[in-house]
């Protein structure tokens, strides 16, 4: 069984600025442990689940936003237990790992030299986080190098669909996982530039067909619409099973269900 949860479901720059949702990314749980975008907050919203940092196997950041990669240096020398031990896999895109234009890097040297393994991502790279797989998917965002990622699990793969306009190869990228995340950052009548809205979102889970999706990475726009409402038109619209993200929602991929749950926590400031 592999367990995912949900450390914040907020993001841009109002939603995270006022932490109207927490931004803590996503965490994988399997047989090696894979931490998703880990923005503002999310070695707080870890340890306020009971998470250690330190049984981290794997970062992945999918572009240079401080609300995908904030925490990242901190955690970092977590998954190498305070850089004390060269392991574990530090993966993201070209702005995050090595600057990009006006973009990043997002880590420090120091911090690079740590892991047993840094990776620039392009669209189609793997990184292996034995038994598991990372391969990364078009993006279609402001940071030009952004990308998203498909993750072989050992449930199926679930498909993270980061920042990015609809584009056809963001949707033959991530045809059919079992499970898909998409970020939404705009509700129903409200598209920008270079995120999906709604409507896109629909039309991708549509087009693409995943066993489930869950819609996380709320603009500020869709909290005050509630997301709730944004998942049901999508799930009317697409005909999958759509689930509005909520902070600490657990989701547990088996082999013949995906079960979701919040994750009980105890209060911790921040």
């Not at 572009?63 to 990242?72: E, I, K, T, V």
């Not at 998917?137 to 980061?162: C, E, K, L, M, N």
Request: aromatic share 4%; with cysteine; hydrophobic share 35%.
């Amino acid at each position: 069984m592999v367990k995912i949860t949900f450390l914040g479901t907020g993001g841009g720059r109002f939603a995270t600025i006022y932490q109207a949702r927490a931004t803590g990314g996503i965490y994988i749980e399997d047989v090696k442990n894979i931490h998703v975008d880990p923005g503002p907050g999310a070695l707080v919203r870890m340890r306020s689940v009971g998470l250690d940092p330190m049984r981290t196997h794997a970062i992945v950041i999918s572009h240079c936003h401080p609300d995908h990669y904030l925490d990242a240096e901190i955690l970092v020398e977590a998954m190498t237990e305070g850089g004390t031990r060269r392991q574990g896999v530090l993966v993201g895109s070209r702005s995050v790992i090595e600057g990009d234009g006006e973009y990043g890097p997002a880590i420090s040297k120091y911090h690079l030299s740590q892991p047993k393994s840094v990776k620039v991502m392009t669209p189609s790279s793997k990184a292996t986080i034995r038994p598991l797989e990372v391969v990364a998917t078009p993006s279609a965002h402001s940071d030009t190098s952004s990308v998203g990622f498909r993750i072989q699990t050992s449930a199926g793969p679930v498909s993270y669909v980061s920042d990015t306009q609809l584009v056809e190869s963001v949707i033959k990228a991530h045809r059919r996982p079992r499970l898909m995340i998409a970020c939404v950052t705009r509700p129903l009548g409200q598209r920008i530039p270079h995120h999906l809205s709604t409507e896109d979102a629909g039309y991708l889970i549509e087009k693409a067909k995943p066993e489930m999706a869950v819609i996380t990475h709320f603009g500020m726009r869709v909290v005050q619409e509630n997301p709730e409402t944004q998942a049901k038109w999508i799930e009317d619209r697409s005909g999958v099973r759509t689930v509005a993200a909520r902070d600490f929602m657990m989701v547990d991929m088996k082999k013949d269900d995906i079960v979701v749950s919040d994750r009980m926590h105890s209060a911790v400031p921040g």
